[in-house]
Nanobody, 114 residues
Framework: QVQVVESGGGLVQAGGSLRLSCAASGTTFSINVMAWYRQAPGKQRELVAR??????DYADSVKGRFTISRGNAKNTVYLQMNSLKSEDTAVYYC?????????WGKGTLVTVSS
């Protein structure tokens, strides 16, 4: 009964910053792989950043601007988003990999405007 919940989305001005949070619960295991995806209207879901037991991966479009990090609390992850652009507007989803299955949150909306 793994559950994933995101939070922290909202409206932000271009050039601003936002910090998203994610927590996975319902398991006694430590989840090594957690990631952030996003989906803009009319576009496919894309990988934004991934954390794999301490290693990190980023989409080219967000390198140097976004940072994924693991929290001290078990199975938590954050996404620090800086220098936001209008192109970053999307629903951001958190996912946790456990037992070969990806568990997804319902998403949090990030809207970047000028």
């Amino acid at each position: 009964q793994v559950q994933v919940v995101e939070s922290g989305g909202g409206l932000v001005q271009a050039g601003g910053s936002l910090r998203l949070s994610c927590a996975a619960s319902g398991t006694t295991f430590s989840i090594n792989v957690m990631a952030w995806y996003r989906q803009a209207p009319g576009k496919q879901r894309e990988l934004v950043a991934r954390s794999t037991g301490g290693s990190t991966d980023y989409a080219d479009s967000v390198k140097g601007r976004f940072t994924i990090s693991r929290g001290n609390a078990k199975n938590t992850v954050y996404l620090q988003m800086n220098s936001l652009k209008s192109e970053d507007t999307a629903v951001y989803y958190c996912t946790a990999l456990l037992g070969g299955i990806n568990y997804w949150g319902k998403g949090t909306l990030v809207t970047v405007s000028s």
